[in-house]
C-alpha cells in the first residue's frame, strides 16, 4: 500500500490550498481516510476524515469551516481544501487510511489508521 501525498507547498495568509493524496494497493473504496498534521516541536493532530462513500466527514475544530476534505473513489484519491490558511496552519499534512467494514464511519485518531502517506510541508508566511 501506498499513499502519495501532494499540493503543499508556501503560501500567504488567507490563501488557500488543495492537498491531493493518491492510494495504489489499497481497496480505496473500502478504506476510510483522514488527514493529520505535524507542526515543528508538536504531535501529530487530526485534521480531517472521511468516511467511505463519503456519507459522513468529521473536522477537527481548529479548521472546522476553513477545510474540506473529499474524495473520488475512481481515482484513489483524496482531497483536502484548505482555505483562509494561517501561519498555525504551518505544518506536515500526512494522509492516512484503513479498509473499514462500515461505510458510515469516520477514524479520528492515529492509532486507528493503518497506512500513511509521506507527508506534504504547507507554510502559511504571515
Known amino acids: 500500500v501506498q499513499l502519495q501525498a501532494s499540493g503543499g507547498g508556501l503560501v500567504q495568509t488567507g490563501d488557500s490550498l488543495r492537498l491531493s493524496c493518491a492510494a495504489s494497493?489499497?481497496?480505496?473504496?473500502?478504506?476510510?481516510l483522514g488527514w493529520f498534521r505535524q507542526a515543528p516541536g508538536k504531535e501529530r493532530e487530526f485534521v480531517a476524515a472521511?468516511?467511505?462513500?463519503?456519507?459522513?466527514?468529521y473536522y477537527a475544530d481548529s479548521v472546522k469551516g476553513r477545510c474540506t476534505i473529499s474524495r473520488d473513489n475512481d481515482k484513489n484519491t483524496v482531497y483536502l481544501q484548505i482555505n483562509s490558511l494561517k501561519p498555525e496552519d504551518t505544518a506536515v499534512y500526512f494522509c492516512?487510511?484503513?479498509?473499514?467494514?462500515?461505510?458510515?464511519?469516520?477514524?479520528?485518531?492515529?492509532?486507528?489508521?493503518?497506512?500513511w502517506g509521506q507527508g506534504t510541508q504547507v507554510t502559511v508566511s504571515s
Open positions: 494497493g489499497l481497496t480505496f473504496s473500502r478504506s476510510v
Open positions: 492516512a487510511g484503513r479498509l473499514s467494514i462500515i461505510s458510515d464511519v469516520v477514524r479520528t485518531t492515529q492509532d486507528e489508521y493503518f497506512y
Open positions: 472521511i468516511s467511505r462513500i463519503a456519507t459522513m466527514t
